[in-house]
């Protein structure tokens, strides 16, 4: 599914979140964008997803504006918010039937499935569990509509190690199943590292790097020295500030 | 639409509990009669207890829904979950706010319905509000108010979560709706708009409600996910929608009490005469059918003015409506001048005097610095319009009253007389520039809508007692008895119409021994016209049933047994003409017309003498004798009594008629029809 995004801008106020941001997301691609907090991860997916309507810019998927046609395109397009946001007093069963209920590609045996290696109950109430096991249900209703777009904004946030495995393998499952185009906001940078075929680091609103991951650490091989790690990309880039 | 039910149920099951509680509610209610020391029987203890915990639970319901169906999630971010759903911002709103008040109406029926059903008296009090005048009135208001309740909650929590400028915003907008709902119940209430205004603030809920309900939506669509654009959303809605509503509040409130003369409905308005061609016309709009209208009108041109609301209380305190509009606006002899007691907004329970100049291309009513308050009783415009007689309270009921006479419009006093010599002044009557004649000890207890016609039946040769008559040039008081009807003809005193002021009929004093009379102009004291009637004519029905017209001749309306007929007297009181106008049925006159003609009503064989029963009317030629009939009537209303150059009024047909009297024709004075 194609994503556009083009000279984007949003302010809150006299802040300026995303500065006239381009990116460029190939179909099938697994691209992580990464950035400290703050740098516009989270304003990006907001108006990917049609919550927040540019301030200028183009923002289009499947050639549709988010902000007027966002109905249409959460049809294919699913998301997990970086804060679990389901009904808290809804059993985690009946929120799968909930949603199900709005999708015609729901696969209620896969989410069903992804609970049971999560080791969570479908008869407890959302708001009872966990903050990682709330994560991992958001992921398990995303996955379960087999969206065209999956947009995960900081899917790993406060999730032990275990489950941060899970959602990795979940995600190469399913992308080794649909080749599913993937935008990602994460910290995990080791963990993001498997699976992620792009990246883009942002820092204060403005895209500072973006590309394929090999070339981008293929271009930072230096005479005698190995290929950086993705870390090491980010703290290049994104990291300097803070020293 | 699937999308939109499925949001619902969702909403609706999570409420569970809360039918929960309310079912326990309504099983408590149902028990209610098995508590120990209740006196009030089964089905009055259900219907009471139903009702007020019913109304309660759902106001209480209505806030916490309304501060919870949209901001709650917004403020702790899980409406982005709705929002990741392939329905429209719309759906996500009419799914919240739908699920709402069907969680209301559900709680309302889980609360009372136990106890309806086991029979309460509460249901037909809710349904026959007498605040409502209409079956279901009761419940619908209740509603109407609960979702006002609901609508506004929401706003108020949304304002309490994000604690930012907007909320100078939120208070603009609820300022602005405030004083324009104040303004205009203070205008209805002025009007006495009772029912309008019920009607009004239904109106008014109503509105509040949908654009409570509009900026919610507004509020959905442009904020979504994000509080601090919800919130900009929502007050700029507010305040669009407060000034909306404010303006048209304004604007409705407006309409409504100011009705154009054509929106009068013929068949059903009161119109009376100010003398020449002025009537003022009161009546119901079918818009307000609770708001007296009044208007200034001039029905030869067609020129009119909108009144304010009536002053109630002295100085026109009468039963009915036609006695209050004639006695709040009066037109000056020389037609100079009209005058209106209008509420003064100021001073409750005052009347502050306009005057107008009927004469001027605009007519502007100008306030004066006169105001007659509570202890005004009765008030007279002098001929000139110059100056206001008005009698007034000094003290207690049995303290003397006082008359003053105030210049217009400058308001000052002219004339002060205490009248000590009187316990019960009456009406008051300018019998010409220089003089005030004050009844005195008038009969206890007369009605006052009777009291008003004193001059008239001073004019019919009555006899209405006492006279004070007060000398406005010497400032002096002097007593007479200025009618004495049955005395013999050497104490003939009547008052008699004119055609611009009052004339004295009397015996002459320079033929002691005859019958010769003469007729003495007020205003000049001099004598205009000798007469010696015939022997078989009462001399004082001259004065009941006579007028003088204007090329100084005296008509006269005499009866008997045999029926009705037209004296005509010549300039030196020489009778030069009779008419016979109608057979074994007494006749009047009501006005002179053009070209010597007069209007003459005639009472129908076998006919009551009521003032509102039918009546013939016929044009009389003088010159010709020539009599003819128009069309009968059922009310005849004359001008203001204290004024003798008449308009006539009639209705018939369901039509208000004019008499025209440079055509001699009648004419419809008001086109509206229910």
């Known amino acids: ?169 979940e995600l190469i499952t399913e992308l080794a199943d649909r080749g599913t185009t993937v935008l990602l906001t994460t910290h995990d940078l080791e963990g993001i590292e498997r699976i992620a075929t792009n990246v883009g680091i942002l820092r204060k609103g403005k895209l500072l790097v973006e590309g394929e991951i090999e070339t981008l650490r293929a271009s930072a091989v230096t005479a005698g020295s190995e290929a950086p790690t993705l870390e090491a990309l980010f703290f290049a880039h994104a990291g300097s500030e803070a020293n | 639409m699937r999308g939109f039910l499925h949001l619902v149920r969702r909403d609706l099951v999570q409420r569970t509990p809360l039918f929960l509680a309310s079912l326990a509610m309504g099983l408590l209610i149902l028990a209610l009669p098995y508590f120990p020391n209740m006196r009030a029987t089964p089905t009055e203890l259900r219907g009471a207890a139903g009702l007020a915990i019913a109304f309660s639970w759902c106001t209480i319901l209505a806030i916490l829904l309304g501060g919870s169906i949209f901001t709650r999630d917004l403020a702790e971010g899980r409406l982005a979950f709705d929002f990741r759903l392939p329905v429209l911002p719309g759906t996500i709103w009419a799914a919240r706010f739908l699920a709402a008040n069907f969680t209301l109406v559900f709680a309302a029926v889980l609360v009372f319905g136990p106890p309806a059903l086991a029979g309460a008296d509460g249901l037909g009090v809710l349904l026959d509000n007498p605040l409502s005048h209409s079956r279901g009135g009761g419940l619908l208001a209740v509603s109407l108010l609960v979702l006002v ?35 205009s119940v203070q205008l209805l209430c002025s009007w006495g708009a009772v029912a309008t205004l019920r009607t009004t603030g239904a109106l008014l809920a109503g509105a509040v409600a949908i654009a409570g309900a509009v900026t919610s939506a507004r509020q959905v669509r442009l904020g979504r996910t994000e509080i601090d654009k919800a919130q900009k959303a929502l007050s700029l809605g507010l305040l669009f929608s407060s000034f909306a509503i ?309 008509a006269v309306a005499w009866n008997d047994p045999g029926g009705s007929k037209l004296l005509i007297f010549d300039g030196n009181g020489n009778l030069k003409r009779t008419v016979p106008i109608a057979e074994k049925v007494p006749s009047w006159i009501l006005a002179e017309g053009s070209d010597s003609h007069l209007l003459i009503a005639s009472r129908l064989p076998g006919y009551d003498q009521g003032w509102d029963v039918r009546r013939n009317l016929s044009i009389v030629g003088i010159d010709t004798g020539i009599v003819s009939r128009l069309p009968s009537f059922f009310y005849g209303s004359e001008e203001n009594n204290r004024s003798v150059s008449r308009t006539v009024l009639f209705a018939s047909h369901s039509t208000s008629q004019w008499f025209n009297p440079a055509s001699n024709t009648l004419q419809p004075l008001l086109n509206g029809s229910r």
């Not at chain 1, 995004?5 to 460029?24: F, H, Q």
């Not at chain 2, 309740?149 to 602005?176: C, E, H, K, Y």
């Not at chain 2, 409506?321 to 509420?343: H, K």
Request: glycine fraction near 8%.
């Open chain 2, 149 to 183: 309740v609901l609508v506004v909650s929401n706003p108020v929590a949304l304002g309490s979560r994000t604690r930012q400028g907007w909320l100078a915003v939120d208070l603009i907008a609820f300022t602005t709706l405030i004083a324009a709902a104040f303004w």
């Open chain 2, 246 to 554: 404010a303006g048209s509040l304004l604007v409705f409130a407006n309409w409504l009490t100011h009705p154009p003369i054509e929106a009068l409905p013929a068949d059903n308005s009161t119109a009376l005469g100010l003398g020449s061609d002025w009537v003022v016309v009161g009546g119901y709009a079918p818009r307000a059918p609770d708001i007296l209208s009044r208007f200034l009108l001039q029905p030869s041109t067609g020129r009119s003015l909108g009144l304010g609301p009536m002053a109630i209380g002295p100085p026109s305190d009468y039963f009915s409506n036609a006695g209050a509009i004639r006695n709040s606006v009066v037109r000056s002899l020389d037609g100079s001048t009209i005058v209106l007691w209008e509420r003064d907004p100021a001073l409750p329970a005052t009347r502050r005097l306009h005057v107008l100049n009927p004469r001027a291309d605009a007519l502007i009513p100008i306030a004066t610095s006169i105001t007659a308050g509570p202890s005004a009783e009765r008030w007279a415009l002098a001929p000139s319009g110059k100056s206001i007689a008005i009698l007034e309270r000094t003290g207690s009921p049995q303290d003397p009253k006082r008359i003053v006479v105030s210049a217009i419009p400058s308001g000052a006093i002219e004339t002060s007389i205490l009248l000590t010599a009187c316990q019960a002044p009456g009406d008051l009557l300018y019998a010409s520039s220089h003089e005030l004649f004050v009844q005195c000890d008038a009969w206890p207890g007369r009605a006052r809508t009777e009291a008003e016609r004193t001059w008239m039946q001073a004019a019919n040769g009555e006899n209405v007692g006492r006279i004070l008559r007060i000398n406005l040039d010497a400032k002096t008081l002097a007593s007479d008895e200025l009618v004495i009807a049955g005395k013999p003809i050497a104490d003939l005193r009547n008052l008699m119409r004119g055609p611009s002021g009052w004339f004295l009929l009397e015996k002459d004093p320079a033929s002691p021994q005859g019958r010769t009379l003469r007729v003495v102009d007020l205003e000049s004291g001099r004598s205009v016209m000798t007469l010696t009637p015939p022997k078989e004519i009462e001399p004082s029905a001259l004065a009941r049933s006579g007028q003088l017209l204007r090329d100084g001749r005296l």
């Open chain 1, 1 to 169: 599914m194609k994503l556009l995004v083009r000279d984007l801008t949003v302010r809150y106020g006299r802040t300026i979140a995303l500065d006239r941001l381009s990116l460029n997301v190939p179909e099938g691609s697994v691209y992580a964008l990464l950035g400290r907090n703050g740098s516009g991860k989270s304003s990006l997916m907001r108006a990917l997803l049609g919550h927040r309507k540019p301030d200028t810019g183009v923002v289009e998927i499947a050639g549709l504006d988010p902000w007027s046609a966002r109905h249409r395109l959460m049809t294919s397009v699913a998301a997990t918010p970086e804060t679990p946001d389901a009904p808290p007093a809804m059993q985690v069963d009946a929120i799968g039937k909930f949603v199900g209920s709005f999708h015609r590609r729901w696969d209620a045996a896969g989410f069903r499935g992804r609970l049971e290696r999560f080791g969570i109950s479908m008869n407890h109430r959302f708001g009872a569990l966990s903050r990682g096991q709330k994560s991992l249900v958001m992921l398990s209703l995303a996955l379960a509509q087999q969206p065209e777009l999956l947009l995960l904004d900081d899917p790993t946030l406060g999730l032990d190690p275990v489950a941060r495995r899970f959602v990795f393998d």
